[in-house]
């Protein structure tokens, strides 16, 4: 049987705002590779200054309508439930990512960026803000999840109902530096009052750096 080969896209990379001489890094990578299914790929991301080396490297793969998903972080650490045919290494001022075992499942968007090593790590702090009394009289709910004081600046937010995710009416911003140069971001998830009231839990959940944060809300509690 033959195999269609699949295509990665390699959109631009994530080039997170650094401090003092990293901030002129140009991050590059290639347009795109191809490989067949079950096939060895990798994908390289290289870094215009030498201080590049002192980074570490992060990978996300992205699928159009949803939000990024962290495949390598701290440039060779992967994430609890990635795959481990997902592997990541750095030699000087290049990050490499390989998946092994291609899958047609891997034909996506893949980010890389890098993060400042010399700046303690921060978790982020998750605040979960349920629908307004005003929005749910005019039978509308919108559910708000502030992430503050995080650092390396990205996460990955995915929102649960009763425990299932839920991806329809969900908008997550991209993370902005704070005075304190640690990184914030928002998500926020729409319904309808009906939908709101038809569950018993919804939740937000905040992945930075292989560790998720999670807050619940409940309609029964918050009428």
Not at 124 to 141: I, Q, R, Y
């Amino acid at each position: 049987m033959a195999w269609c080969p699949l295509l990665l896209t390699l959109s631009p990379s994530l080039s997170l705002p650094l401090p003092g001489s990293w901030a002129q890094a140009v991050l590059t990578q290639p347009p795109s590779v191809s490989g067949s299914p079950g096939q060895r790929v990798t994908i390289s991301c290289s870094g215009s200054s030498s201080n590049i080396g002192l980074l570490g490297v992060s990978w996300y793969q992205h699928l159009p309508g949803s939000a990024p998903k962290t495949l390598i972080y701290d440039s060779n650490k992967r994430p609890s439930g990635v795959p481990d045919r997902f592997s990541g290494t750095k030699s000087g001022n290049t990050g490499t990512l390989t998946i092994t075992s291609l899958q047609a499942e891997d034909e996506v968007d893949y980010y890389c960026a890098y993060a400042d090593l010399s700046q303690p790590k921060s978790a982020p702090s998750v605040t979960l803000f349920p629908p307004s009394k005003d929005e749910l009289n005019a039978n509308k709910a919108t559910l708000v999840c502030l992430i503050n004081d995080f650092y390396p600046g990205s996460v990955t937010v995915a929102w649960k109902a009763d425990g299932t995710p839920v991806t329809r009416g969900v908008e997550t911003s991209p993370a902005s530096k704070q005075s304190n140069s640690k990184y914030a971001a928002s998500s926020y998830l729409t319904l309808t009052g009906s939908e709101w009231k038809s569950k018993g839990s919804y939740s937000c959940e905040v992945t930075h750096e292989g560790s998720t944060v999670k807050k619940t809300v409940k309609p029964s509690e918050c009428s």
